[in-house]
């Protein structure tokens, strides 16, 4: 078992659960788990733990899994990059999207289903985050009846399961209701292609990646640039006195 986790004390809970390692998400990520950097976070985490520490969060290449490794985790988990592969089944005129996105082409946005996602900044996303709740609330419950017929479940099971989340999770009636977008959202951008209709997760590193290597390609590529950057660095330490 290996939680994602976004703050120490949350790492030591599922530590004192068993977790066989834990992976933490910096901020740079998709913005599920808090707002603190991975350079932040990681060393945090490391210190508070005695599992294998897998840091998330802002990477793409072999000098982050270096810089990782200097932190003491034991390696890094890459979503962005992986999705902007060329063994990737997201649509290539959606990668292609993504390609065009620089640093700044993402948002933090709760407006998709109440909790927080780092989404490119498509127009759909835009008007999201300007539309007041009333104008949300029609689409999110068309978008509530497509989660039912693809779920196969009834209105009484959907109410049972959303009551549940609700007293463990602490979030309003709206929120819940909103809870029903984000499969049908990330469905209609990522797999339908609709970016009209549908959102597209990213993390930060989607404005460094400019390219859809194999992942065969890719890993090579970061191993061997960080094992060059990790001789490198081993070769010129030194104390300043």
């Avoid at 497509?146 to 196969?152: A, Y």
């Avoid at 309003?172 to 209701?177: D, G, I, L, V, Y």
Wanted: net charge neutral; with cysteine.
């Amino acid at each position: 078992m290996i939680p994602s986790v976004g703050a120490a004390r949350h790492a030591e809970k599922v530590a004192a659960w068993g977790a066989d390692a834990v992976m933490i998400q910096g901020g740079e990520g998709g913005g599920h788990t808090g707002s603190i950097p991975t350079t932040l976070l990681l060393p945090t985490v490391v210190d508070a733990v005695d599992i294998p520490v897998i840091a998330a969060g802002g990477f793409f290449d072999g000098r982050g899994l270096a810089a990782a490794l200097a932190y003491g985790a034991v390696g890094i988990g890459m979503g962005t990059r992986f999705l902007l592969t060329s063994d990737s089944s997201v649509p290539e005129d959606i990668k292609q999207r993504y390609l065009s996105f620089g640093l700044d082409g993402t948002v933090v946005t709760a407006k998709a289903d109440g909790m927080p996602h780092r989404l490119l900044r498509t127009e759909f996303v835009n008007s999201l985050e300007e539309a007041g709740r009333l104008r949300q609330l029609l689409p999110t419950l068309r978008r509530s009846l497509q989660f039912k017929e693809l779920s196969g479940q009834s209105w009484r099971e959907m109410a049972r399961d959303g009551l549940s989340m609700k007293r463990g999770t602490g979030r309003s009636w709206n929120q819940m209701m909103l809870a029903a977008n984000t499969p049908m959202l990330l469905k209609a951008g990522l797999v339908d292609g609709d970016t009209s209709a549908g959102m597209l997760a990213s993390g930060q590193a989607v404005g460094v990646i400019n390219e859809l290597p194999s992942c065969e390609a890719l890993v090579d590529r970061i191993v061997d640039e960080a094992v060059l950057r990790l001789k490198a660095a081993a070769g010129t330490v030194g104390v300043c006195v």
